[in-house]
């Protein structure tokens, strides 16, 4: 049976603003409801900051409703005006094409295209706007659009007041297919909720009352909160920058790391809007996490639930041991040559093509770790250097064959966090 979409949403810490929640509400306890969100595909990957409105989407279908997540195809060639101060390099069609294709195949990590009323669909809105005449868009769409009402906007009124920033005509259009897109999903496809971030709210409006204007339909609009971390930073970024769905832009390794590092003032709500555990079960992890939070319980079951779901159970399973290895959780000698190659990815690596043994001092010049060898006689003395895991305190001390795991690896640590390795010839 379907449930209360709006209600399970908001005890998460998910709902911003919604235009009729009460009733939104009773139609969700009565019938399957057709909600979208809209992805603009101006770049080739989503990322963390998206994901609210990706698993308001995925909640929306496991409460027994239906998913649509939008292409902008269309709406991709002009560029959504929101939120920005200038006007964006507009895409070729190619490019924008292109996006929508990457950004399909990241969403299916979280929705189900295939279980029967209820399943998630993917449509293009150039498949309709490429076809529409302009004289037919001013006359059935414009009209319902007064230009008072456009230009009280607050972002469109701040760049019409400023002669630098500037709104041209081609982004103030978005605002007219975006509600074109919503009354077209309306009729054509029985989608009768439109969902986005906070500031979306301006733009779901207008498809609200184009539908209403047009047809006398009522439809539902839901905004989700803008997510911030205790530090009042917008949420989804790290010290590199946005934190990319694709493995090619953060790897999967990184991924997982940024989910680790969480501020523990976050991890709760962090749970509630990223994790598909019941409150019940997150108040349970929260409980167990306020006893030992030096252990990081809570941010490594969402890191592992996360990079599961993104990037699959095997990755998941591998940059979590590569985790546990890199901060001496597990012993380097268990681990095998694949965990070894995900590390040698994500941490300093050098290669040494002399025969062994080597002196230790060697090593740590040729890892980087140290910058000449009097610094690492120095490190060694002062219990900082660990070969392996095992604290190195002989000086003359080498490296030899009984020390190469798996791969040709050897581990070194200078300090407390500076890990590097060691890769002889195979």
Same mark, same amino acid.
């Given at each position: 049976?379907p449930?209360?979409?709006?209600e399970?949403?908001?005890?998460?810490g998910f709902v911003?603003?919604?235009?009729h929640?009460e009733?939104?509400?009773?139609?969700?306890?009565?019938?399957?409801?057709?909600?979208?969100?809209?992805?603009?595909?101006?770049?080739?990957?989503?990322?963390v900051?998206?994901?609210?409105?990706?698993?308001g989407?995925a909640?929306?279908?496991?409460l @027994?409703?239906r998913?649509?997540?939008l292409?902008g195809g269309g709406?991709?060639?002009?560029?959504d005006?929101? @939120?920005?101060t200038?006007e964006?390099?507009?895409?070729?069609?190619d490019k924008v094409?292109?996006?929508?294709?990457c950004?399909k195949k990241?969403?299916?990590?979280?929705?189900?295209?295939?279980?029967?009323?209820t399943s998630a669909?993917?449509?293009n809105?150039?498949d309709?706007?490429? @076809?529409i005449?302009?004289?037919e868009?001013?006359?059935d769409?414009g009209k319902?659009?007064?230009v008072?009402t456009?230009v009280?906007r607050?972002?469109?009124r701040?760049r019409?007041e400023d002669?630098?920033?500037?709104i041209t005509?081609?982004?103030m259009s978005?605002?007219?297919?975006?509600?074109?897109?919503f009354?077209h999903?309306?009729?054509a496809m @029985?989608?009768?909720m439109?969902?986005?971030g906070n500031?979306q709210q301006?733009n $779901? $409006?207008?498809? $609200?009352?184009?539908i209403?204007?047009?047809s006398?339909?009522?439809a539902y609009?839901?905004?989700?909160?803008?997510l911030l971390?205790a530090?009042?930073t917008?949420?989804g970024k790290s010290?590199?920058?946005a934190?990319?769905?694709?493995p090619q832009k953060?790897?999967?390794?990184k991924f997982?790391?940024f989910?680790?590092?969480?501020d523990?003032r976050?991890?709760?709500?962090?749970h509630?809007?990223?994790?598909f555990e019941s409150?019940d079960?997150i108040?349970?992890?929260?409980e167990r996490?306020?006893a030992?939070?030096?252990?990081?319980?809570?941010q490594k079951?969402?890191?592992?639930?996360?990079t599961a779901r993104v990037?699959?159970?095997d990755?998941?399973?591998?940059?979590?041991d590569?985790?546990?290895v890199l901060?001496?959780?597990?012993?380097?000698k268990s681990?095998?040559g694949?965990l070894l190659?995900?590390?040698?990815?994500? $941490?300093?690596?050098g290669?040494?093509a002399s025969?062994?043994p080597?002196?230790l001092?060697d090593?740590?010049?040729a890892?980087?770790?140290v910058?000449?060898?009097g610094e690492g006689?120095?490190k060694?003395?002062e219990?900082?250097v660990?070969?392996?895991?095992?604290?190195?305190?002989?000086?003359?001390a080498?490296?030899?064959?009984?020390d190469l795991?798996?791969g040709?690896?050897?581990?070194?640590?200078v300090?407390?966090?500076?890990?590097?390795?060691?890769?002889f010839?195979?």
């Amino acid at each position: 049976m379907p449930q209360n979409f709006y209600e399970i949403m908001t005890r998460r810490g998910f709902v911003e603003w919604c235009s009729h929640p009460e009733e939104l509400g009773r139609k969700m306890e009565q019938e399957i409801v057709t909600g979208y969100v809209g992805f603009d595909p101006s770049a080739d990957s989503l990322h963390v900051g998206n994901m609210v409105p990706i698993m308001g989407l995925a909640w929306l279908q496991k409460l @027994g409703h239906r998913p649509i997540a939008l292409a902008g195809g269309g709406t991709g060639l002009i560029g959504d005006p929101s @939120g920005k101060t200038r006007e964006r390099a507009l895409l070729s069609a190619d490019k924008v094409a292109y996006n929508a294709e990457c950004v399909k195949k990241q969403l299916a990590r979280f929705l189900d295209f295939d279980c029967g009323a209820t399943s998630a669909t993917m449509p293009n809105n150039y498949d309709w706007l490429s @076809g529409i005449g302009f004289i037919e868009f001013l006359r059935d769409t414009g009209k319902y659009f007064p230009v008072s009402t456009l230009v009280n906007r607050e972002y469109v009124r701040s760049r019409v007041e400023d002669p630098d920033k500037s709104i041209t005509y081609t982004e103030m259009s978005y605002i007219l297919l975006q509600a074109y897109d919503f009354d077209h999903m309306y009729n054509a496809m @029985g989608c009768s909720m439109q969902m986005g971030g906070n500031d979306q709210q301006g733009n $779901i $409006i207008g498809g $609200i009352d184009l539908i209403r204007k047009r047809s006398g339909g009522q439809a539902y609009g839901l905004t989700f909160q803008l997510l911030l971390t205790a530090a009042g930073t917008k949420f989804g970024k790290s010290e590199d920058g946005a934190v990319y769905l694709d493995p090619q832009k953060t790897s999967p390794y990184k991924f997982y790391q940024f989910w680790v590092n969480a501020d523990d003032r976050d991890i709760e709500r962090l749970h509630r809007m990223y994790s598909f555990e019941s409150l019940d079960a997150i108040a349970d992890v929260m409980e167990r996490h306020s006893a030992r939070p030096e252990r990081r319980e809570a941010q490594k079951l969402l890191a592992r639930e996360m990079t599961a779901r993104v990037h699959g159970d095997d990755v998941s399973r591998r940059v979590r041991d590569a985790s546990s290895v890199l901060f001496g959780e597990t012993g380097v000698k268990s681990a095998d040559g694949a965990l070894l190659d995900t590390l040698a990815a994500e $941490i300093p690596v050098g290669d040494v093509a002399s025969p062994l043994p080597i002196p230790l001092l060697d090593g740590l010049v040729a890892s980087g770790g140290v910058s000449s060898k009097g610094e690492g006689r120095r490190k060694i003395r002062e219990g900082g250097v660990y070969l392996n895991g095992e604290r190195a305190t002989d000086e003359a001390a080498a490296i030899t064959s009984g020390d190469l795991l798996p791969g040709g690896y050897v581990q070194l640590r200078v300090g407390k966090k500076d890990f590097r390795l060691l890769r002889f010839n195979r």
